[in-house]
């Protein structure tokens, strides 16, 4: 297999068709990301996937935050600091067999995760997320 499939713990074998990455805190102007601050973020990525591309099924891998740790003593005015994995990554993966519909060609997935690299690789965390996955409840089928 290449670095662009992979093969789900259900058997399934799935590629990657497409990806696009961007850093996470590219739009942060000064001051710390926060918890608040994060989970607008990652909502906003699922909001912004499902106006652009409404057809496609997306999936969000919940990232690891860390804590930003404060000099003794400071606090910081605007809530927890805490960081994301620094790159986002927007992959769309397909499986050239339908998920549920038997009728239909194949199946798309587009999944969402944070890294602290950019790909290529994917990080071998996020690739045992994606074995995981279970692909017949949340692909979509799709027919050429």
């Given at each position: 297999m290449?670095?662009?499939?992979?093969?789900?713990?259900s058997?399934?074998?799935?590629?990657?068709?497409?990806?696009?990455?961007?850093?996470?805190?590219?739009?942060l102007?000064?001051?710390?990301p926060t918890?608040?601050?994060n989970?607008?973020?990652l909502d906003?990525?699922?909001?912004e996937?499902?106006?652009?591309?409404?057809a496609?099924?997306?999936y969000l891998l919940?990232?690891?935050?860390l804590?930003?740790?404060?000099?003794p003593?400071?606090?910081y005015?605007f809530?927890?600091?805490?960081?994301?994995?620094?790159v986002?990554?927007?992959g769309?993966f397909r499986?050239?067999?339908?998920a549920?519909?038997v009728?239909?060609?194949?199946s798309?997935?587009v999944v969402?995760?944070?890294q602290?690299?950019f790909?290529?690789?994917?990080a071998s965390?996020?690739?045992?997320?994606?074995?995981a996955?279970?692909w017949?409840k949340l692909?979509?089928?799709?027919?050429?």
């Amino acid at each position: 297999m290449s670095n662009r499939e992979i093969r789900l713990n259900s058997g399934r074998d799935v590629r990657l068709w497409e990806l696009r990455q961007k850093a996470t805190y590219e739009g942060l102007l000064e001051g710390l990301p926060t918890t608040r601050l994060n989970n607008i973020y990652l909502d906003r990525l699922i909001a912004e996937h499902q106006k652009t591309d409404p057809a496609k099924s997306c999936y969000l891998l919940a990232p690891q935050e860390l804590p930003i740790e404060l000099p003794p003593g400071e606090t910081y005015p605007f809530g927890a600091p805490a960081k994301l994995p620094s790159v986002t990554c927007t992959g769309r993966f397909r499986s050239m067999k339908s998920a549920r519909d038997v009728s239909l060609d194949y199946s798309e997935l587009v999944v969402i995760w944070l890294q602290d690299e950019f790909a290529m690789p994917i990080a071998s965390d996020v690739v045992e997320q994606i074995k995981a996955l279970d692909w017949e409840k949340l692909a979509g089928d799709f027919e050429y």
